[in-house]
Protein backbone atom coordinates (compact mmCIF):
# COMPACT_ATOMS: atom_id res chain seq x y z
CA UNK A 1 0.00 0.00 0.00
CA UNK A 2 0.97 3.42 -0.96
CA UNK A 3 1.77 6.29 1.99
CA UNK A 4 2.02 9.77 1.69
CA UNK A 5 4.33 12.33 3.61
CA UNK A 6 1.41 14.57 3.04
CA UNK A 7 -0.32 12.30 5.86
CA UNK A 8 0.74 10.84 9.54
CA UNK A 9 1.37 7.58 9.86
CA UNK A 10 -1.25 7.46 13.02
CA UNK A 11 -3.67 9.42 10.64
CA UNK A 12 -3.64 6.89 7.35
CA UNK A 13 -3.40 3.82 9.76
CA UNK A 14 -7.26 4.81 11.31
CA UNK A 15 -8.04 5.33 7.70
CA UNK A 16 -7.43 2.59 6.62
CA UNK A 17 -9.04 0.80 9.96
CA UNK A 18 -12.25 2.60 9.62
CA UNK A 19 -12.89 1.28 5.98
CA UNK A 20 -12.41 4.66 3.53
CA UNK A 21 -11.48 2.00 0.98
CA UNK A 22 -12.99 3.29 -1.60
CA UNK A 23 -11.19 6.80 -1.54
CA UNK A 24 -8.61 7.24 0.74
CA UNK A 25 -5.49 7.13 -1.06
CA UNK A 26 -6.76 9.52 -3.61
CA UNK A 27 -7.21 11.83 -0.56
CA UNK A 28 -4.04 11.20 0.71
CA UNK A 29 -2.72 12.49 -2.87
CA UNK A 30 -5.51 15.81 -2.13
CA UNK A 31 -2.33 17.92 -1.64
CA UNK A 32 -1.25 17.23 -5.17
CA UNK A 33 -4.11 18.32 -6.93
CA UNK A 34 -2.70 20.54 -8.66
CA UNK A 35 -1.19 18.32 -10.95
CA UNK A 36 -4.87 16.76 -11.85
CA UNK A 37 -5.27 15.25 -15.26
CA UNK A 38 -7.66 16.69 -17.21
CA UNK A 39 -10.75 14.62 -18.37
CA UNK A 40 -8.85 13.54 -22.07
CA UNK A 41 -6.26 12.23 -20.80
CA UNK A 42 -7.20 8.00 -20.39
CA UNK A 43 -4.79 5.61 -21.38
CA UNK A 44 -5.42 1.80 -21.21
CA UNK A 45 -7.00 0.46 -18.30
CA UNK A 46 -5.38 -2.48 -16.37
CA UNK A 47 -7.19 -5.82 -16.83
CA UNK A 48 -10.19 -6.05 -14.48
CA UNK A 49 -9.75 -8.58 -11.44
CA UNK A 50 -12.63 -11.30 -10.82
CA UNK A 51 -12.42 -14.52 -8.91
CA UNK A 52 -11.68 -17.77 -10.53
CA UNK A 53 -15.41 -18.76 -10.12
CA UNK A 54 -16.21 -15.94 -12.52
CA UNK A 55 -18.39 -13.90 -9.85
CA UNK A 56 -16.53 -10.93 -9.75
CA UNK A 57 -14.01 -10.53 -7.18
CA UNK A 58 -16.06 -12.12 -4.60
CA UNK A 59 -16.28 -15.36 -4.42
CA UNK A 60 -19.15 -18.31 -3.73
CA UNK A 61 -18.51 -18.43 -0.61
CA UNK A 62 -18.01 -14.72 0.01
CA UNK A 63 -21.37 -14.15 -1.60
CA UNK A 64 -22.66 -17.11 0.58
CA UNK A 65 -21.17 -15.30 3.68
CA UNK A 66 -23.22 -12.16 2.24
CA UNK A 67 -26.28 -13.54 1.54
CA UNK A 68 -26.68 -15.13 5.14
CA UNK A 69 -25.64 -11.62 7.19
CA UNK A 70 -28.28 -9.67 4.78
CA UNK A 71 -31.13 -12.44 5.41
CA UNK A 72 -29.79 -13.55 9.14
CA UNK A 73 -28.85 -10.17 11.24
CA UNK A 74 -29.41 -7.95 8.36
CA UNK A 75 -27.83 -4.79 7.55
CA UNK A 76 -26.73 -1.99 9.89
CA UNK A 77 -28.29 1.13 9.66
CA UNK A 78 -25.05 2.68 9.53
CA UNK A 79 -21.83 3.76 6.83
CA UNK A 80 -18.71 1.88 7.64
CA UNK A 81 -20.09 0.77 11.23
CA UNK A 82 -19.97 4.48 11.84
CA UNK A 83 -23.22 5.11 14.67
CA UNK A 84 -22.96 9.05 13.64
CA UNK A 85 -23.24 7.82 9.78
CA UNK A 86 -27.23 7.20 9.83
CA UNK A 87 -28.30 4.91 6.71
CA UNK A 88 -31.95 3.68 7.46
CA UNK A 89 -32.35 2.36 3.86
CA UNK A 90 -29.21 -0.06 4.45
CA UNK A 91 -31.60 -3.14 3.88
CA UNK A 92 -33.19 -2.52 1.23
CA UNK A 93 -29.56 -1.62 -0.77
CA UNK A 94 -28.19 -4.66 0.50
CA UNK A 95 -31.37 -6.61 -0.67
CA UNK A 96 -31.22 -4.77 -3.91
CA UNK A 97 -27.70 -4.75 -4.66
CA UNK A 98 -27.00 -8.35 -3.58
CA UNK A 99 -30.04 -9.50 -6.08
CA UNK A 100 -28.70 -7.15 -9.02
CA UNK A 101 -25.29 -8.90 -8.67
CA UNK A 102 -26.81 -12.36 -8.42
CA UNK A 103 -29.09 -11.50 -11.45
CA UNK A 104 -25.92 -10.49 -13.58
CA UNK A 105 -24.02 -13.30 -12.72
CA UNK A 106 -26.49 -15.83 -13.81
CA UNK A 107 -26.59 -13.33 -17.23
CA UNK A 108 -22.92 -13.52 -17.27
CA UNK A 109 -22.93 -17.90 -17.60
CA UNK A 110 -21.84 -18.21 -14.42
CA UNK A 111 -25.32 -18.77 -11.89
CA UNK A 112 -24.58 -19.36 -8.28
CA UNK A 113 -26.46 -22.55 -7.19
CA UNK A 114 -30.12 -22.05 -6.42
CA UNK A 115 -29.62 -18.96 -7.62
CA UNK A 116 -33.74 -18.52 -7.98
CA UNK A 117 -34.02 -19.58 -4.47
CA UNK A 118 -31.74 -16.69 -3.24
CA UNK A 119 -33.21 -14.20 -5.52
CA UNK A 120 -36.68 -15.54 -4.13
CA UNK A 121 -35.71 -14.98 -0.38
CA UNK A 122 -33.70 -11.20 -1.32
CA UNK A 123 -37.56 -10.22 -3.12
CA UNK A 124 -39.39 -11.36 0.07
CA UNK A 125 -36.85 -9.78 2.46
CA UNK A 126 -37.25 -6.00 0.30
CA UNK A 127 -41.15 -7.04 0.82
CA UNK A 128 -41.12 -7.21 4.61
CA UNK A 129 -38.43 -5.49 6.89
CA UNK A 130 -36.98 -3.34 4.16
CA UNK A 131 -40.02 -1.57 4.26
CA UNK A 132 -39.62 0.01 7.99
CA UNK A 133 -37.69 3.38 7.28
CA UNK A 134 -40.58 4.00 4.31
CA UNK A 135 -43.53 3.48 5.96
CA UNK A 136 -44.39 6.76 7.39
CA UNK A 137 -45.31 8.04 3.95
CA UNK A 138 -48.24 5.68 3.49
CA UNK A 139 -48.73 2.35 1.76
CA UNK A 140 -50.87 1.11 -0.87
CA UNK A 141 -51.81 -3.26 -0.98
CA UNK A 142 -50.36 -4.69 -3.82
CA UNK A 143 -51.42 -8.37 -4.63
CA UNK A 144 -51.75 -8.51 -0.69
CA UNK A 145 -48.38 -7.12 0.20
CA UNK A 146 -48.39 -3.71 1.93
CA UNK A 147 -46.03 -1.49 -0.04
CA UNK A 148 -44.79 1.92 0.78
CA UNK A 149 -45.46 4.34 -1.83
CA UNK A 150 -42.02 5.72 -1.67
CA UNK A 151 -40.71 5.80 -4.96
CA UNK A 152 -37.16 4.80 -3.97
CA UNK A 153 -38.90 1.50 -2.72
CA UNK A 154 -40.92 0.98 -5.06
CA UNK A 155 -38.23 1.40 -7.47
CA UNK A 156 -35.93 -1.15 -5.65
CA UNK A 157 -38.74 -3.65 -5.87
CA UNK A 158 -39.59 -3.20 -9.31
CA UNK A 159 -35.56 -3.57 -10.28
CA UNK A 160 -35.77 -6.50 -8.63
CA UNK A 161 -38.71 -8.00 -9.70
CA UNK A 162 -37.29 -7.02 -13.29
CA UNK A 163 -33.88 -8.57 -12.84
CA UNK A 164 -35.35 -12.00 -11.86
CA UNK A 165 -37.61 -12.05 -15.22
CA UNK A 166 -34.40 -10.69 -17.05
CA UNK A 167 -32.58 -14.10 -15.69
CA UNK A 168 -35.87 -16.33 -16.01
CA UNK A 169 -35.85 -17.26 -12.35
CA UNK A 170 -39.51 -15.98 -12.22
CA UNK A 171 -42.60 -17.49 -10.98
CA UNK A 172 -46.53 -16.81 -11.40
CA UNK A 173 -46.20 -14.55 -8.31
CA UNK A 174 -43.50 -12.64 -9.31
CA UNK A 175 -44.55 -11.87 -12.43
CA UNK A 176 -47.90 -10.93 -11.29
CA UNK A 177 -46.35 -8.85 -8.68
CA UNK A 178 -43.87 -7.33 -11.46
CA UNK A 179 -46.95 -6.19 -13.57
CA UNK A 180 -48.97 -4.71 -10.44
CA UNK A 181 -46.44 -3.17 -8.85
CA UNK A 182 -45.53 -1.26 -12.31
CA UNK A 183 -49.79 -0.46 -13.24
CA UNK A 184 -49.67 1.47 -9.64
CA UNK A 185 -45.85 3.29 -10.28
CA UNK A 186 -47.47 4.33 -13.48
CA UNK A 187 -50.90 5.56 -12.41
CA UNK A 188 -49.02 7.59 -9.46
CA UNK A 189 -46.29 8.65 -12.32
CA UNK A 190 -50.00 10.22 -14.29
CA UNK A 191 -50.50 12.35 -11.56
CA UNK A 192 -47.78 13.45 -9.84
CA UNK A 193 -43.71 13.27 -11.95
CA UNK A 194 -41.67 13.21 -9.05
CA UNK A 195 -42.76 11.26 -6.17
CA UNK A 196 -41.39 11.37 -2.66
CA UNK A 197 -38.81 8.72 -1.05
CA UNK A 198 -39.75 9.52 2.69
CA UNK A 199 -42.69 11.15 3.74
CA UNK A 200 -43.26 14.05 1.12
CA UNK A 201 -39.38 14.76 0.54
CA UNK A 202 -38.70 14.32 -3.01
CA UNK A 203 -34.91 14.18 -4.60
CA UNK A 204 -35.09 13.80 -8.24
CA UNK A 205 -32.08 10.79 -8.17
CA UNK A 206 -34.31 8.69 -6.13
CA UNK A 207 -36.99 8.27 -9.57
CA UNK A 208 -33.79 7.04 -11.24
CA UNK A 209 -34.46 3.17 -10.40
CA UNK A 210 -37.76 3.26 -11.12
CA UNK A 211 -37.78 4.89 -14.55
CA UNK A 212 -34.98 1.66 -14.84
CA UNK A 213 -37.38 -0.36 -13.75
CA UNK A 214 -40.63 0.69 -15.89
CA UNK A 215 -38.21 0.67 -19.36
CA UNK A 216 -37.28 -2.87 -17.98
CA UNK A 217 -41.51 -3.98 -17.62
CA UNK A 218 -41.98 -2.14 -20.62
CA UNK A 219 -39.55 -4.62 -22.60
CA UNK A 220 -39.91 -7.52 -20.69
CA UNK A 221 -43.84 -7.88 -20.71
CA UNK A 222 -44.78 -5.72 -23.66
CA UNK A 223 -46.21 -2.91 -21.38
CA UNK A 224 -46.14 0.23 -23.51
CA UNK A 225 -47.35 2.44 -21.01
CA UNK A 226 -44.55 1.98 -18.46
CA UNK A 227 -42.48 2.16 -21.09
CA UNK A 228 -43.90 5.56 -21.77
CA UNK A 229 -44.36 6.62 -18.49
CA UNK A 230 -40.46 5.63 -17.99
CA UNK A 231 -39.78 7.92 -20.69
CA UNK A 232 -41.73 11.08 -19.14
CA UNK A 233 -40.06 10.56 -15.78
CA UNK A 234 -36.51 10.86 -17.89
CA UNK A 235 -36.95 13.44 -19.73
CA UNK A 236 -38.13 15.45 -16.44
CA UNK A 237 -34.67 14.32 -14.81
CA UNK A 238 -32.90 15.77 -17.97
CA UNK A 239 -34.88 18.74 -17.65
CA UNK A 240 -33.85 19.16 -14.08
CA UNK A 241 -30.36 18.76 -14.83
CA UNK A 242 -30.15 21.24 -17.66
CA UNK A 243 -30.80 23.55 -15.25
CA UNK A 244 -27.94 26.62 -15.03
CA UNK A 245 -27.43 25.16 -11.23
CA UNK A 246 -27.64 21.69 -12.58
CA UNK A 247 -29.52 18.85 -11.36
CA UNK A 248 -30.73 19.46 -8.15
CA UNK A 249 -30.59 17.76 -4.95
CA UNK A 250 -34.57 18.34 -3.90
CA UNK A 251 -37.58 19.45 -4.94
CA UNK A 252 -41.11 19.98 -4.09
CA UNK A 253 -44.42 18.68 -4.72
CA UNK A 254 -44.79 21.13 -7.67
CA UNK A 255 -41.39 20.49 -8.85
CA UNK A 256 -39.71 23.61 -8.05
CA UNK A 257 -36.07 23.29 -6.58
CA UNK A 258 -35.20 23.54 -2.50
CA UNK A 259 -32.13 22.25 -2.75
CA UNK A 260 -30.18 23.74 -5.76
CA UNK A 261 -26.84 23.06 -5.50
CA UNK A 262 -25.86 19.99 -7.65
CA UNK A 263 -23.90 16.80 -6.25
CA UNK A 264 -21.69 13.86 -7.21
CA UNK A 265 -23.74 11.37 -5.76
CA UNK A 266 -27.27 12.59 -7.53
CA UNK A 267 -25.26 13.13 -10.72
CA UNK A 268 -23.85 8.67 -9.84
CA UNK A 269 -26.99 7.31 -8.67
CA UNK A 270 -29.37 8.70 -11.63
CA UNK A 271 -26.08 7.71 -14.28
CA UNK A 272 -25.62 4.11 -13.01
CA UNK A 273 -29.58 3.15 -12.56
CA UNK A 274 -30.20 4.65 -15.94
CA UNK A 275 -27.94 2.66 -17.43
CA UNK A 276 -28.66 -0.48 -15.81
CA UNK A 277 -31.40 0.00 -18.45
CA UNK A 278 -28.78 0.90 -21.17
CA UNK A 279 -31.54 4.56 -21.59
CA UNK A 280 -28.72 6.79 -23.35
CA UNK A 281 -29.87 9.72 -21.10
CA UNK A 282 -27.51 8.12 -18.57
CA UNK A 283 -24.57 9.74 -20.48
CA UNK A 284 -25.75 12.99 -19.41
CA UNK A 285 -25.35 12.44 -16.04
CA UNK A 286 -22.27 10.07 -15.88
CA UNK A 287 -20.12 12.54 -18.25
CA UNK A 288 -21.20 15.83 -16.27
CA UNK A 289 -19.81 13.64 -12.99
CA UNK A 290 -16.69 12.76 -14.39
CA UNK A 291 -16.40 16.59 -16.16
CA UNK A 292 -16.91 18.49 -13.40
CA UNK A 293 -16.76 16.20 -10.46
CA UNK A 294 -13.80 13.21 -10.17
CA UNK A 295 -9.95 13.90 -11.22
CA UNK A 296 -6.77 11.89 -10.45
CA UNK A 297 -5.24 13.50 -7.60
CA UNK A 298 -1.84 12.00 -8.38
CA UNK A 299 -1.84 13.53 -12.19
CA UNK A 300 -0.38 11.14 -14.51
CA UNK A 301 1.54 9.28 -11.94
CA UNK A 302 -0.47 6.86 -10.40
CA UNK A 303 -4.06 5.53 -12.09
CA UNK A 304 -5.87 6.90 -9.63
CA UNK A 305 -9.05 8.62 -9.28
CA UNK A 306 -11.95 9.88 -7.07
CA UNK A 307 -14.59 12.10 -6.87
CA UNK A 308 -15.84 15.32 -4.76
CA UNK A 309 -19.19 15.24 -3.77
CA UNK A 310 -19.66 18.86 -3.81
CA UNK A 311 -18.63 21.85 -6.79
CA UNK A 312 -15.49 23.13 -6.41
CA UNK A 313 -15.25 26.39 -4.62
CA UNK A 314 -18.50 24.99 -2.42
CA UNK A 315 -17.39 24.04 1.33
CA UNK A 316 -20.36 21.53 1.72
CA UNK A 317 -21.15 19.43 4.61
CA UNK A 318 -20.80 15.25 4.85
CA UNK A 319 -23.83 13.50 5.31
CA UNK A 320 -25.75 10.16 4.93
CA UNK A 321 -25.36 10.47 0.80
CA UNK A 322 -22.14 11.27 0.55
CA UNK A 323 -20.41 9.35 3.28
CA UNK A 324 -16.84 10.65 4.82
CA UNK A 325 -15.60 13.74 3.15
CA UNK A 326 -11.84 13.84 3.16
CA UNK A 327 -9.28 16.49 2.02
CA UNK A 328 -10.34 18.27 -0.87
CA UNK A 329 -13.65 17.49 -0.65
CA UNK A 330 -13.78 13.95 -1.80
CA UNK A 331 -16.79 11.80 -1.29
CA UNK A 332 -16.66 8.21 -0.16
CA UNK A 333 -20.73 7.67 -1.10
CA UNK A 334 -19.67 9.50 -4.87
CA UNK A 335 -16.71 7.44 -5.75
CA UNK A 336 -18.47 4.16 -4.77
CA UNK A 337 -21.07 5.53 -7.07
CA UNK A 338 -18.88 6.34 -10.03
CA UNK A 339 -17.26 3.04 -9.90
CA UNK A 340 -21.12 1.51 -11.14
CA UNK A 341 -21.47 4.71 -13.28
CA UNK A 342 -18.32 4.39 -15.18
CA UNK A 343 -18.62 0.96 -15.65
CA UNK A 344 -21.87 1.34 -17.81
CA UNK A 345 -20.65 3.97 -19.71
CA UNK A 346 -18.77 3.09 -22.97
CA UNK A 347 -17.01 6.40 -22.56
CA UNK A 348 -15.42 6.14 -19.19
CA UNK A 349 -14.00 2.82 -18.88
CA UNK A 350 -10.37 3.99 -17.74
CA UNK A 351 -12.28 6.34 -15.20
CA UNK A 352 -13.73 3.40 -13.80
CA UNK A 353 -10.41 1.43 -13.82
CA UNK A 354 -8.77 4.36 -11.87
CA UNK A 355 -11.42 4.52 -9.21
CA UNK A 356 -11.30 0.77 -8.93
CA UNK A 357 -7.47 0.95 -8.43
CA UNK A 358 -7.89 3.38 -5.64
CA UNK A 359 -10.41 1.09 -4.29
CA UNK A 360 -8.46 -1.39 -3.83
CA UNK A 361 -5.15 0.20 -3.08
CA UNK A 362 -6.67 1.51 -0.01
CA UNK A 363 -7.99 -1.89 1.74
CA UNK A 364 -11.43 -3.02 -0.42
CA UNK A 365 -9.90 -6.34 -0.41
CA UNK A 366 -10.21 -6.06 3.62
CA UNK A 367 -14.08 -5.92 3.43
CA UNK A 368 -14.50 -8.51 0.77
CA UNK A 369 -12.40 -10.82 2.54
CA UNK A 370 -15.55 -10.30 5.07
CA UNK A 371 -18.25 -9.25 3.78
CA UNK A 372 -20.18 -10.28 6.22
CA UNK A 373 -19.20 -7.58 8.54
CA UNK A 374 -19.89 -4.40 6.00
CA UNK A 375 -22.48 -5.91 3.61
CA UNK A 376 -23.52 -2.68 2.47
CA UNK A 377 -20.29 -1.81 1.11
CA UNK A 378 -19.12 -4.83 0.31
CA UNK A 379 -22.61 -5.11 -2.07
CA UNK A 380 -21.91 -1.63 -3.67
CA UNK A 381 -18.86 -2.27 -4.81
CA UNK A 382 -19.34 -5.34 -6.39
CA UNK A 383 -22.34 -4.23 -7.96
CA UNK A 384 -20.05 -1.75 -9.04
CA UNK A 385 -17.78 -3.45 -10.56
CA UNK A 386 -19.94 -6.35 -12.47
CA UNK A 387 -22.83 -4.64 -13.36
CA UNK A 388 -23.73 -3.91 -17.29
CA UNK A 389 -26.83 -3.13 -18.82
CA UNK A 390 -29.78 -5.48 -18.68
Given amino acids: MLSSPLMPRPTHARFRRTGLPLLALCACLAGSARTESPVGSDHAPPRPHSSSQGYGQLSASALDALEQRILGKGCETMLLGDAKRRFVESQLLCDGHLSFILVQAALDGHPLPDTQRRLHALLADALGRARAPFMRGGTDVVLGHALPRSILYRGYVLLMLAGIERAGMQDAASTALFDALASQVVKALEHQLLLPSFSTSIWPCDSAPAAAALLLHGRLRGHAPSEAAAERLIARLVELSALPS ?56 LPLAACREWPRGVNGKEDSASGPLVFGGYSVGASALAIAATRLSDAHGTWHAHLVNAAREMGINDILSRPGKRPLEAVLYEWGTTIRPW
Fill in 246 to 301: GFPTRVDAKGRVVERTQRATTLAWTGAFLAMAAHPAAGTFTATLVRDYCARPAGSL
